[in-house]
């Protein structure tokens, strides 16, 4: 029997840095990533900014199947968790 080969992290959780991705891209990035994500997976986003816009587009694009945690909010370090329900 075959079984395909996931890639998790053990603990679900994936670190996203977006403050090494070219700005024009960073949206595209953002969703692609939350996209391949399952239910219970956590991506772990990082910026230099409170991406406010960018919260609006989740809310709009996945409702209530992606919920926002702020871990660290201070001006030049933004920590949020993307948790996919």
Do not use: W
């Amino acid at each position: 029997m075959h079984h395909p080969h996931v890639h998790t992290s053990p603990d679900a959780l994936y670190p996203f840095d977006a403050r090494g991705i070219a700005k024009r891209f960073r949206h595209a990035a953002i969703f692609g990533a939350l996209d391949t994500l399952n239910a219970g997976e956590t991506m772990r986003f990082c910026n230099d900014h409170d991406p406010l816009p960018l919260l609006a587009q989740l809310e709009a694009r996945y409702g209530n199947r992606v919920r926002i945690e702020y871990r660290q909010r201070e001006p030049g370090a933004i920590v949020i968790d993307f948790i996919v329900q």
